[in-house]
């Protein structure tokens, strides 16, 4: 499932958060992957991050490269991903994380 984060908490949710910037082409193509890794993963959560509106999350996370991915478990960042992810790189990078 895919939510879009709405600023109330922070990372508080086990899963992938996204961050994104919705000015970028690249990530609105990247869009469609996040909706296919959803229909691949059915209980997989999917946290949607605009950093145009929530630049200073993006800041604390030391978020420099758009998009970037980050998995996260316990409220803790477990590990990160940048840039652009094939989605087969990007759905073997959960499992891994899920283990």
Not at 28 to 38: A, D, F, G, M, Y
């Amino acid at each position: 499932m895919i939510y879009e984060y709405n600023g109330t908490g922070c990372l508080l949710e086990d899963g992938l958060y996204y961050f994104y910037a919705s000015w970028s082409s690249k990530c609105n193509t990247l869009k469609e992957r996040l909706q296919r890794l959803s229909s691949s993963m059915p209980d997989l959560r999917i946290y949607r991050v605009n950093t145009t509106h929530y630049q200073t999350l993006k800041k604390n996370l030391s978020i420099q490269r758009i998009p970037t991915y980050l998995w996260v478990n316990d409220a803790h960042i477990v590990s990160k991903m940048e840039g652009n992810v094939d989605f087969y790189s990007l759905k073997k990078w959960i499992e891994k994380m899920r283990e």
